[in-house]
């Protein structure tokens, strides 16, 4: 009988073909899936320098446009162009135009994106899959380019670290108060190439949204995926939704993990990371009533239809104040029309919110709502390094959508409990 596995050496020993693969060992894998965006045309540029001319499993391959859409520059438009050229004459399995929403959501809700797989991406972010069940890394373009081209990758096998999840959340509190908490006291290269699996009676009973988030961000632990194991809510999640036949893995009881960390939930409060690291998160007490002058209510990380109607619980009947820019931007084309069957996207336009098209925005810091000099930014996305929104010489504060609600009807860092 082999060892105890971990869920990622499970994944990993079966996309080598191989009986168990051993933490730190480099093995050739065959990702079940691939998916890129805008930053196709660096691969591509990988794939050519190669001498490959076929991509090897194109029924595996998607492209999402979402970094800087609608282009803005022809330098951009060109690259755009030529990426299409290349899904199309490839036969890629898909091509998805920029406003259709982030690569990383759209894989997650149209199904490419399985339980039990590898599937990976030049994306830093590209961990958002384990909200259902996947291996999901990134992985740089050259490295997409080869997978193109052979059907294979070579990684080393990652240690796993396990959080366990217990307790609940409080009136105001979100699963974006608690990964800036597991950031703050683990630190932003406390899950350096490790893989972070989730656990705990409170881990079952998150939503997939709420999974997404905290997967999405174990990028900012430098970790290389983040994973909810297969479980009753994934199942029902990926039931309608799956595109492949998948077989869910779970880790085995005793299996090995470098670290452990319980999380209780309930101890958790509403948390804002201030500007220049991921890990530097506070109570908000600590923050509440510094100035803010843009509130971003998007990204992969909290731009899904629960994030938006939370942020519109708040600001029903409100304004935005008159010195703040609130800009909203959907995950997806999807999440943009479940919140507008639902009455949020209108309570949140009426408040005086911008609506942008459905994509990466100001996160990526190219284009649609760049910060300027000495401005701060409240945002519900992921990283707040200088210059992460296109300016070095501006702030980025990280919360959670309610307290970027609450925040956006006063016009400094409020506590949302006030509101509720």
């Known amino acids: 009988m082999s060892d105890p596995r971990t869920l990622a050496e499970k994944v990993l020993a079966r996309a080598t073909g191989q009986a168990s693969v051993q933490p730190g060992a480099i093995v050739e894998a065959s990702p079940d899936f691939t998916y890129s965006h805008d930053y196709a045309a660096f691969a591509i540029d990988a794939f050519e ?12 391959a998607v492209i999402c446009f979402d970094h800087a859409i609608p282009s803005n520059s022809r330098r951009d438009a060109n690259s755009l162009a030529r990426v299409r050229a290349f899904a199309r004459a490839q036969g890629f399995a898909a091509l998805y135009e920029g406003g259709t929403g982030i690569a990383h959501q759209v894989m997650v809700e149209q199904g490419w994106t399985v339980p039990g797989s590898l599937s990976v991406a030049n994306d830093s972010h590209a961990p958002s899959g384990g909200s259902v069940g996947a291996l999901s890394v990134g992985i740089g373009e050259t490295e997409i380019g080869f997978a193109w081209a052979t059907g294979k990758l070579w990684l080393r096998v990652p240690e796993t670290i ?10 105001g509190v979100y699963a974006k108060d608690l ?3 597991i950031i703050r006291r683990l630190g932003v290269l406390g899950g350096l190439y490790h893989v972070i699996e989730y656990h705990g009676p409170a881990a079952a009973s998150l939503s997939i949204s709420e999974r997404f ?3 999405n961000m174990t990028a900012e632990l430098s970790a290389k995926a983040g994973v909810f194991p297969f479980d009753e809510v994934t199942r029902a999640f990926v039931a309608d939704r799956a595109r492949f036949p998948f077989e869910p893995l779970l880790p085995d009881p005793g299996a090995r993990y470098v670290e452990e960390h319980v999380f209780d939930l309930s101890e958790i409060s509403p948390t804002v990371a201030r500007p220049g690291r991921e890990d530097a998160g506070v109570p908000i007490d600590q923050v509440a009533g510094e100035r803010v002058d843009q509130i ?19 600001l029903r009947g409100k304004t935005v104040h008159p010195g703040v820019r609130l800009l909203v931007v959907p995950a997806s084309r999807a999440v943009a029309l479940a919140a507008g069957r639902s009455g949020d996207l209108n309570t949140l336009l009426e408040a005086g919110a911008t609506l942008l098209p459905s994509g990466c925005a100001v996160c990526a810091g190219a284009h649609q709502g760049v910060i300027g000099d000495g401005e701060r930014c409240l945002s519900t996305s992921n990283r707040n390094m200088p210059g992460r929104m296109g300016n070095k010489n501006a702030e980025i504060y990280l919360c959670s959508p309610a307290t970027a609600a609450a925040s956006a009807i006063t016009g400094v860092v409020t506590d949302p409990r006030g509101f509720l």
Do not use: H
Not at 162 to 171: A, V
Not at 296 to 314: E, K, V
């Open 213 to 215: 988030t905290l997967c």
């Open 162 to 171: 396990r959080i366990t999840l217990t307790g609940g959340f409080k009136p």
């Open 49 to 60: 320098r190669m001498g490959a001319t076929r991509v090897v499993r194109p029924e595996r």
């Open 179 to 181: 990964m800036l908490d």
């Open 296 to 314: 971003f209510i998007g990204s992969c990380t909290n731009a899904r239809a629960d994030d938006l109607a939370i942020a519109a619980r708040i």
